[in-house]
């Protein structure tokens, strides 16, 4: 890679002072003169994930991109596109076989507008995951044919992450690494590599300082590390790379390696037992969720009754476990990769009750790839507790991001307290009891699934898919279903 990227930190800080310039930039606070319904003071967290940015929809751009610093990235994308440049990009697509459009520069800018727009109450920010585009290497090939690849993705990285840290400057923003998010491959990664080593500083300058070095030391190591989440009273944020966990995982060379996953787990484990010694309630917050992937199991026409395997998003039992041993301390598990608005909850099959059990939220993605329309989340979580009370979700007019507004609201939705383990479960014990979608609970469920008119495509299976909302295994899973047919 380029000795350029050795100098990360301050390409970073260069970046982060031209885009304050390009972004309206504000500061944020922690809401603490609202009250929750807890009786406690809230923080306001915008939850955002997938944004799969593309900087390749005028692929002009691209080689000056590619040939340039990042600070120069915000002038190049910002000037008016070739008067190809639709052309282009669709001979782009068709080469490297997208299956959909992904974030251009503007839909971008708009995102982060319309998050802005949520006022000064703002105090923290995560970002679950997939920051590049898909298809980069076919994409990067294509429009610019470079040497460097591992470089360009760097300064993709580099510049997605300042782009949201200028927008929010004051206020911590936590980052987890996706699956596309790789210097080589979709799914590949080489832990202690020159990667990792060349984003730290970008993955995770938005961390209270108090806690960088630290952080950005650990991140080098595995692309993982834990963090104080402030603004709250006492808490702590998890951020895994749960990449390694996935059976789809391979080195950059193309090798299976359980060695780096089996490092993370020791080292989530050392996390959590030292927050339960000092009494800090725990985010643990990742991109690929815990469980059965039941849509692409329904979809793939994958028969569970008959002894076929459901499809699972890790193979992470052991992280499961971890889950459930230390749920007395882990308030939330924030996740993604589906690119829907979702929810799990992540327990013991023996029905050993909540006090074993997180509540798990899925974020819906900025990127429109799968047709859907851009959205990000809004959360109201209690400063002292930690506890994620409620929340909205902010959806886009369109795949441009023309406006946006308030799609709906989780508590006046579904009439719960909160989003504990205790209340998500009760709900997902509602969504079971009631596999053909009768009830207006599933039914709201089903229509905020998918941002856009496809989310009626949830209705034929609600009950298979009501079975992997709490059943993270195989087994589980078809036992669950098999249970519906009889």
Known sequence: MRNVWRRSAGLWVGLAIVLAGTIGA???GVGSAVKGSHGAPIATGLLLSDIHFDPFHDPAKAKRLDETEVTDWPTILAQPDAPDAAQAFDALQQKCKARGVDTSYALL????????????SVGFVTVTGDLIAHGYPCRYKAAVGGADYEGFVTKTITFVTAMVRSAFPTVPVYVSLGNNDSGC???RLDAGGSFLHGTAEAMTAGLPPAERAQAAREFAVGGYYSSAMAPFQKARVVVLNDIYWSPKYETCRGAADPAPGDAELAWLGQELASARAAGEPVWVMGHIPPGVNAFSTVAKMTDVCAGDQAEMFLEADK??????QYADVVRLGLF??????ELRVIGPENGAGTAHSVAVKLVPSISPVNGNDPSFTVARVNLKTATLEDYRVVVASDKSGTSW???????QTYHVPDFSAASVGKLVDAFRADPKAEKPASQAYIRHYFKGDAARELTPFWGQYGCSLDELTAKGYAACVCRQYK
């Open 319 to 324: 992280l499961d476990a971890l889950l459930e």
């Open 109 to 120: 800018r708009s995102s982060l507008a319309a998050m802005q727009k949520q006022g000064a």
């Open 26 to 28: 504000r500061g944020q």
């Open 405 to 411: 507004t308030d799609e709906y609201d989780y508590g």
């Open 336 to 341: 993604a990769h589906t690119h829907m608005d």
């Open 185 to 187: 491959a979709d799914y």
